[in-house]
């Protein structure tokens, strides 16, 4: 029987290195694309991404149960990426060469949702308007769309209320539509 | 026109599931006779397709095992000092939920700021007229707590959250210990 996030964060805390292994091995991938959305390119966003989970490791033993640990484990990610943008302040070209590749990289996915020419224009156009959005509109974006999560819990990832998740979900996505009206 | 209005307002969080029986049932039911509506329906869905697309798509490159092995050997890294330091003190100030250790440490700065205009140059300093002034600030939740030694013109500036629980948790430090 598959043991729960919280039941595998009891044996963490009492020293079990599997049971933090079952929990990397749950979210790491979650983890990197909150963390790829936010940031500019896929090698800082891994690196990124294996912090996380270090600083996981390092402070289970204060969590304490009363909000879910994937939650938790996403505030540490967009806590860390966003520091990361503010310390970095790359060229911009970095992500648009990043999410080029993360595009293509689509095109070997079986399910396509860029099936015609025009939604091919959408997905380039789609890097530039992610790009130009703050990060902490990408943070909401990002995390409403990799795990679908209630405006409740983004709140809580963000620290912001669920007011604050909704305006800044209905603005980016204006933002955004704004952008690709041509495509959509 | 007016109700187009507001449904566009409403349609993202219809469309996530965050409203109510009710509320979802009138938007459904304007949505069903409205041309208009049901195209901005549609474009917002594509647009959060594309986005899924775009971001899932990634997250299979990314193999577990050479990501858990870097992990492992950021985890088995060896530690500094300060670093044990500063995970103690953070975890002296969760089990605490600073309630008496943030006094406790203004009382011992005060006493160490005392102690030396007593004894003048125990510290090897400069002894006449020590004079420390504390403030406590609450700040949009965070409490910020200052300390002002007049003789050695030093501040100390403590952050600190008195929040409930795990709040502490992904913060990147305020900084951990008092910062000169
Ligand atoms: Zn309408």
Same mark, same amino acid.
């Given at each position: 029987?598959?043991?729960?996030?919280?039941?595998?964060?009891?044996?963490?805390?009492?020293?079990?290195?599997?049971?933090?292994?079952?929990?990397?091995?749950? !979210?790491?991938?979650? %983890?990197?694309?909150? /963390?790829?959305?936010?940031? +500019?390119?896929?090698?800082?966003? =891994?690196?990124?991404?294996?912090?996380?989970?270090?600083?996981?490791?390092?402070?289970?033993?204060?969590?304490?149960?009363?909000?879910?640990?994937?939650?938790?484990? !996403?505030?540490?990610? %967009?806590?860390?990426? /966003?520091?990361?943008?503010? +310390?970095?302040?790359?060229?911009? =070209?970095?992500?648009?060469?990043?999410?080029?590749?993360?595009?293509?990289?689509?095109?070997?996915?079986?399910?396509?949702?860029?099936?015609?020419?025009?939604?091919?224009?959408?997905?380039?156009?789609?890097?530039?308007?992610?790009?130009?959005?703050?990060?902490?509109?990408?943070?909401?974006?990002?995390?409403?769309?990799?795990?679908?999560?209630?405006?409740?819990?983004?709140?809580?990832?963000?620290?912001?209320?669920?007011?604050?998740?909704?305006?800044?979900?209905?603005?980016?996505?204006?933002?955004?539509?704004?952008?690709?009206?041509?495509?959509? | 026109?007016?109700?187009?209005?507001?449904?566009?307002?409403?349609?993202?969080?219809?469309?996530?599931?965050?409203?109510?029986?009710?509320?979802?049932?009138?938007?459904?039911?304007?949505?069903?006779?409205?041309?208009?509506?049901?195209?901005?329906?549609?474009?917002?869905?594509?647009?959060?397709?594309?986005?899924?697309?775009?971001?899932?798509?990634?997250?299979?490159?990314?193999?577990?095992?050479?990501?858990?092995?870097?992990?492992?050997?950021?985890?088995?890294?060896?530690?500094?000092?300060?670093?044990?330091?500063?995970?103690?003190?953070?975890?002296?100030?969760?089990?605490?939920?600073?309630?008496?250790?943030?006094?406790?440490?203004?009382?011992?700065?005060?006493?160490?700021?005392?102690?030396?205009?007593?004894?003048?140059?125990?510290?090897?300093?400069?002894?006449?007229?020590?004079?420390?002034?504390?403030?406590?600030?609450?700040?949009?939740?965070?409490?910020?707590?200052?300390?002002?030694?007049?003789?050695?013109?030093?501040?100390?500036?403590?952050?600190?959250?008195?929040?409930?629980?795990?709040?502490?948790?992904?913060?990147?430090?305020?900084?951990?210990?008092?910062?000169?």
């Amino acid at each position: 029987m598959e043991l729960s996030d919280r039941e595998l964060v009891q044996k963490c805390q009492t020293g079990e290195m599997s049971a933090f292994e079952e929990l990397v091995s749950r !979210y790491h991938q979650k %983890v990197y694309m909150v /963390i790829l959305g936010l940031l +500019r390119n896929r090698e800082d966003a =891994l690196e990124v991404a294996q912090e996380t989970f270090f600083r996981a490791y390092r402070k289970i033993n204060s969590f304490q149960g009363g909000s879910s640990f994937y939650t938790w484990i !996403y505030r540490i990610a %967009v806590n860390l990426a /966003i520091d990361a943008q503010r +310390r970095q302040k790359r060229n911009p =070209l970095d992500f648009r060469e990043s999410m080029d590749g993360l595009l293509e990289s689509q095109d070997e996915v079986a399910r396509d949702p860029f099936a015609d020419v025009h939604d091919k224009e959408l997905r380039q156009n789609l890097t530039n308007a992610i790009n130009d959005l703050t990060p902490e509109h990408k943070a909401v974006i990002v995390l409403r769309t990799i795990e679908g999560l209630s405006y409740k819990d983004i709140g809580e990832i963000l620290g912001c209320s669920e007011g604050t998740v909704m305006s800044r979900l209905h603005y980016a996505r204006k933002k955004l539509q704004d952008k690709l009206s041509a495509f959509l | 026109m007016k109700d187009c209005e507001n449904i566009s307002e409403s349609m993202g969080r219809w469309l996530d599931g965050e409203l109510s029986p009710a509320e979802s049932e009138s938007i459904r039911a304007h949505v069903a006779q409205c041309a208009a509506c049901r195209e901005a329906q549609r474009k917002l869905e594509k647009l959060q397709l594309a986005l899924e697309g775009a971001l899932m798509a990634e997250s299979k490159s990314i193999e577990f095992e050479p990501f858990w092995r870097a992990v492992q050997l950021r985890i088995a890294e060896k530690r500094t000092w300060y670093e044990d330091a500063l995970d103690w003190s953070r975890g002296l100030f969760t089990a605490s939920r600073a309630a008496w250790a943030i006094p406790a440490l203004i009382a011992l700065l005060l006493a160490v700021a005392s102690l030396e205009s007593y004894f003048p140059g125990w510290r090897g300093g400069a002894g006449r007229n020590a004079f420390a002034a504390v403030d406590s600030i609450d700040a949009h939740g965070r409490n910020v707590a200052l300390l002002r030694e007049y003789d050695s013109k030093t501040t100390v500036i403590w952050l600190y959250e008195d929040q409930e629980g795990e709040n502490e948790t992904a913060e990147e430090p305020p900084p951990p210990g008092p910062a000169f």
